[in-house]
C-alpha cells in the first residue's frame, strides 16, 4: 500500500501534524515504537502552555511558542480536554534581575506575547500570598496556561483516527530506503510502509531516524528534567506558574500549578549522554527544594508524593524544522525542547505548509470530524454530576482508586479509546496516580484490563512488553 504520508514518532508533535492532516484526502499512517502513544518525551513535562515569553526574539521556538499558545484554546475547545489559563509570573528579587526582566517584556513584545505587565510587590502580596516576601517585582504574562500533555496528545491522535489516520504502536522504524524522487520504503517492526512523504518526529532519537535516510548533520542530547509531585492538599500552594529568571539554558526551577490539581516543583537541567536514563536523584531533589524555596518558602518535602525525569531532546539552540532538499520527500522536526509542547499545533501547521510547498496536494475532505466529546472524569466535576450519571450507569459508582476518585466506568472508557497498558489507563484516568500510587486500585485495575482486553492477567503490562506486573508461577501450577 502506498501511502501519502507516514508520521514517525507519535508524541505531542507527531499527534498534533497527524491530526492537523487528518483535514485533508490523504493517506496517512502514524507510527510509534512504544506500545501506546506518548510514552516518550511527551509524557514527562511540566504542562504549560507557555505564553511565549522567555525566548529569543526572532527564534522559531519563539514564534511558534505564541501562535500554538493561541492554537491550544482552539483545540481545547474542539477535542475537549481541559485547559486553565492560570497566567505566569516571573519574579525579580533584586535590582539587577529588575533590568532583566524589563529586556524579557521587550523581547516577549517582540515576539508579540500579549498583555504583559510588570507587577509590584504590593500586587504580588495581594495576588500570590504564599510568595517569597523578598520578591520585589514580577513580570505577568496572563496568557500561560495548563493542561495534562498526555490526554491532549491522546485527544489529537484518537481524533486523527476518526479522520482515517491509521495509528500502529508497537512499530519501530529500523531503515529507511528511499525509492526515487518522493518515494520511501520504511522497514519497520511490523513490516514496509511505503509512503511518498516521510516526516521524522522522533523526539530524541530523531537524529537515529534522520541517519537512517542519509542525513547525518545534527545531533540530538538529552538534557534530563527532574520534577517533584506533590499532594494534591497543597492545590493553592501558588495561583500562577511562577518562574524565577531564566538560566543560559533553561526557564529554571518553577513552582507549577498543573491541570489535575497537584502542585509541582522542578525542573532540573542537566546534559547528559543516555537517552533512556530517567533516574532521579537525591542532588536533584536538594536543587528542586533549595530554589523552589526562593520562590515559595512554604514549600514542604513532607508533601512531595512522586519523582520522575524528563528529557530534553536538544539539537542546538532552536528547533529544526525543515524539508530535506538532499532526500526529497523528507521533512525533520527535531530539536524540539520546551516548549514543544505549547509550540505543537504551530509546529502541524508549519509542516503542512512545508509539504503543500513540497507538492503534495492539500484538498479538504468533504467531511472533516473537527470535534470529539469531552471524557467524564469524575474528579472534575459536582457530586450532583456524578450522582445522576450513578443513576444512569452504576460503573460511576464503583470507585476503584480512592485517592483520585476514579470510577471503574472511566477505567474502562478509557480502555476502550485506546489505553492497553496500566501506565494508559493512569495517564488518561489518573487511577494509581495519588498519594498511596496505586497501593489499593492496582489489581482491580489489572482485572477490567484483563476482562475488557480478553487477556490473562499475567499479560497485564506497566508500558509495554517486559513490564508485566504478575508472573505465572508453573511450578505450582
Ligand atoms: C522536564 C521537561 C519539562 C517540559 N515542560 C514543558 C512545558 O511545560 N511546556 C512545553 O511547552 N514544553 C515542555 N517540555 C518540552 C516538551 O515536553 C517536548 O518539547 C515535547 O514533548 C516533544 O515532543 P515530541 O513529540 O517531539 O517527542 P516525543 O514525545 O518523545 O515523541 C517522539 C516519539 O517518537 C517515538 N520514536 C522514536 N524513535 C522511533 C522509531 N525508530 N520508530 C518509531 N517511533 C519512534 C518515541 O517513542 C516517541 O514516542 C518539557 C520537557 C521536559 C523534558
Redesign the pocket.
Known amino acids: 500500500m502506498l501511502y501519502d504520508v507516514v508520521i ?9 501534524i497527524a491530526r492537523e492532516l487528518s483535514r485533508y484526502n490523504l493517506r496517512i499512517a502514524l ?4 506500545t501506546e ?14 505564553p511565549g515569553t522567555q525566548n529569543p526574539p526572532g527564534s522559531l521556538k519563539g514564534c511558534l ?1 505564541v501562535q ?1 499558545n493561541t492554537l491550544m484554546r482552539k483545540l481545547s475547545k474542539e477535542l475537549g480536554f481541559d485547559f486553565k489559563e492560570v497566567g505566569e509570573l516571573i519574579v525579580a528579587f533584586t535590582e539587577e534581575e529588575i533590568a532583566r526582566l524589563r529586556q524579557l517584556k521587550k523581547e516577549a513584545e517582540a515576539l508579540g506575547v500579549p498583555r504583559t505587565r510588570i507587577v509590584d510587590g504590593r500586587w504580588l502580596k495581594a495576588h500570590e500570598p504564599n510568595l517569597s516576601g523578598k520578591a520585589l517585582v514580577a513580570l505577568y504574562a496572563p496568557t500561560a496556561g ?1 493542561v495534562s ?1 498526555y490526554r491532549v ?1 491522546y485527544d489529537l491522535a484518537e481524533n486523527a483516527g476518526r479522520n482515517g489516520v491509521e495509528i500502529r504502536t508497537h ?4 531503515g529507511i530506503a528511499p525509492a526515487g524522487l518522493f518515494q520511501f520504503e520504511v522497514a ?2 511490523s513490516g514496509i510502509f511505503k509512503t511518498r512523504y516521510l516526516i521524522n ?6 537524529d ?2 534522520a541517519r ?1 535516510a542519509g542525513i547525518d548533520d545534527f545531533t540530538v542530547r538529552p ?5 517533584f509531585l506533590l499532594d494534591k492538599k497543597r492545590h493553592y500552594l501558588t495561583n500562577h506558574v511562577i518562574f524565577p529568571l531564566p538560566t543560559k539554558i533553561s ?1 529554571g526551577v ?1 513552582v ?1 500549578k498543573t491541570s489535575d490539581g497537584n502542585p509541582m516543583i ?4 542537566e546534559d547528559i549522554s543516555d537517552k533512556e536514563d530517567l533516574s532521579t536523584s537525591d542532588a536533584g531533589l536538594a536543587k528542586v527544594l533549595t530554589e523552589a524555596r526562593k520562590l515559595v518558602p512554604s514549600i514542604d518535602e513532607n508533601d512531595i508524593i512522586a519523582y ?6 536538544v539539537a542546538g539552540d532552536d528547533f529544526i524544522i525543515r524539508h530535506e532538499d538532499k532526500v526529497p520527500g523528507l521533512v525533520t ?2 530539536g ?9 499545533p504551530a ?1 502541524a501547521l508549519m509542516v503542512a505548509g512545508i509539504l503543500k510547498k513540497k507538492g503534495l496536494a492539500l484538498k479538504k475532505k468533504l467531511l472533516f470530524h473537527k470535534k470529539r466529546k469531552h471524557a467524564i472524569h469524575l474528579f472534575e466535576i459536582p457530586l450532583s454530576r456524578t450522582k445522576k450519571l450513578i443513576k444512569k450507569d452504576a460503573g460511576y459508582g464503583e470507585i476503584v482508586c480512592r485517592c483520585e476518585m476514579v470510577s471503574a466506568k472511566e477505567v474502562r472508557d478509557a480502555i476502550c479509546h485506546g489505553a492497553k497498558t496500566m501506565d494508559g489507563i493512569k495517564f488518561r484516568t489518573r487511577a494509581q496516580a495519588g498519594r498511596c500510587h496505586g497501593s489499593f486500585c492496582t489489581t482491580r485495575i489489572m482485572k477490567i484490563l484483563a476482562e475488557e482486553t480478553k487477556k490473562q492477567v499475567t499479560e497485564v503490562t506497566k508500558r509495554g512488553r517486559g513490564s508485566e506486573l504478575v508472573k505465572e508461577d508453573r511450578a505450582n501450577g
Open positions: 514517525i514518532g507519535g508524541g505531542i508533535v507527531g499527534t498534533s507510527l510509534e515504537k512504544e502513544l506518548a510514552f516518550g518525551v511527551s509524557k514527562s513535562n511540566s504542562g504549560i502552555i507557555h511558542c500554538g495548563i500533555p496528545a512499530t519501530r522504524v529500523e519497520t517492526s518526529s522522533a523526539g530524541l532519537h530523531a537515529d531516524v537512517m538534557r534530563k528534567g527532574e520534577e526557564k518553577l507549577i522542578g525542573p532540573t537541567a520522575f525525569a524528563g528529557l530534553r531532546p522536526v527535531a524540539i525542547q520546551s516548549p514543544g509542547l505549547t509550540s505543537a509546529i
